[in-house]
């Protein structure tokens, strides 16, 4: 079973490669669109990349488009994905 | 119903062994709500549901109403690449010299080909759907595919400039196919394919201070009829355009609510806009 520790910097990195206010993204406050600048179908395309991160750990499941397009903060983002490596919706 | 069933099936059978997962893990299945200016606008910059009212300077003339909205029942089993969506969708504006009355049922099929933290990724979609249009072309079917590329490093979905000033921008091209019974009330039918092409940018002024609340929207579509039969060949032009520029500013972080003004010239033909140039003050709700 992850950790919200050890999942936490994979998230980041995924975050890093789509945004430009790099400095920003560290800071799990950051709001994905408001301080990031990712827009609406980006934020459902991360199912994917979210998805793998979860699915390498043995009870992971999914991460839908819906869910990873609710996230709002990138502390929404390491928790879905924390969530989702531990087998929890 | 041969028809929408033949084409939701093919759309599957291209994209369907991309993302597919036949893992033994623990299975999900998901469900949310979602409402917007227009269910057609999903691939798109985000725009919230419409509720506008218009008051004319001219005392003789009457008070209009304008409402734009599109509710979508998202659903998806155990995928991250795939999404179904069922939709309502309406469109109305009660003044007279600008008509519309567009209501739309139907069923959609959303897919993402690709890894966007790793490059080029297409977010497609494919829709079939009843049509009833009490001013533009009566009951009909209607489908439709589209595909948005994404890169946010060149800004094809996501931000990208100076602290003071971002940019998005998306285009996105398709093909629709429509059938109507009563095109422009001339009580005859009519058939059309047409190809479509999108494309809109957002910009953010000062976006750090105003977290990219305040935005000013330019878009235009523009609609090739690659075939007409019927009514259409008689009352349509070979292509249609509309353009867009909107300025709105949200009132919450979340964009739930705002406020802002819209210019349009043009028409949109998949939603029963005729021709009009016209600019309007509105609320915004997203939810």
Redesign the interface.
């Known amino acids: 079973m992850p950790t919200r520790d050890e999942i936490k910097p994979k998230v980041i990195a ?1 975050i890093k ?5 790099v400095d920003l993204v560290e800071d799990e406050k950051s ?1 994905l ?10 934020k ?9 991160i979860a ?1 390498k750990y043995p ?10 397009a ?1 996230c ?1 903060t990138v502390k929404d983002s390491i928790d879905l994905v924390f969530n989702r490596s531990n ?1 929890e ?1 | 119903m041969k028809p929408f069933a033949s084409f939701i099936c093919a759309f599957i059978f291209l994209f369907g062994h991309i993302g597919a997962d036949n893992s033994p893990k623990k299975k999900t299945f998901e469900l949310s709500l979602s409402l917007r200016q227009s269910v057609l606008d999903k691939n798109t910059i985000e725009k919230p549901a419409l509720i506008q009212f218009i008051l004319p300077s001219d005392p003789t003339k009457k008070n209009s109403y304008a409402i734009d909205g599109g509710l979508a029942l998202l659903f998806s089993f155990n995928s991250p690449a795939w999404q179904y969506a069922a939709t309502l969708e309406y469109h109305r504006q009660t003044e007279i010299s600008k008509p519309q009355d567009n209501f739309q049922a139907g069923f959609s099929v959303i897919n993402i080909l690709g890894d966007v933290t790793e490059g080029l990724t297409l977010y497609s979609s494919v829709s079939a759907k009843y049509k009833h249009d009490k001013i533009a072309s009566g009951e009909g079917l209607f489908f439709r595919f589209e595909t948005t590329p994404l890169l946010p490093r060149i800004g094809m979905g996501a931000t990208r400039g100076i602290k003071q000033l971002q940019v998005l921008w998306q285009p996105t091209f398709g093909v629709q196919y429509e059938t109507a019974s009563d095109v422009l009330k001339t009580g005859k039918s009519g058939k059309v394919v047409r190809g479509v092409f999108n494309i809109e940018i957002g910009f953010y002024p000062f976006s750090r201070k105003l977290k990219n609340n305040l935005e000013l929207i330019l878009r235009d579509s523009f609609w090739l009829n690659l075939n007409r039969t019927g009514e259409y060949k008689k009352q349509f032009d070979s292509s249609q355009n509309l353009f867009k520029a909107g300025i709105s500013y949200y009132l919450d972080e979340n964009r739930h609510i705002g406020i802002g003004v819209d210019y349009f010239k043009g028409e949109n033909p998949e939603q029963g806009f005729l021709n009009q140039e016209t600019t309007v003050l509105s609320l915004k709700i997203k939810y």
């Open positions: 995924k490669a789509i945004s430009d206010a709001k669109w408001n301080d990031l600048g990712m827009g609406p179908v980006v459902a395309a991360m199912s994917l990349p979210y998805s793998k699915q009870g992971g499941i999914v991460v839908s488009q819906a869910a990873a609710k709002e087998g919706k």
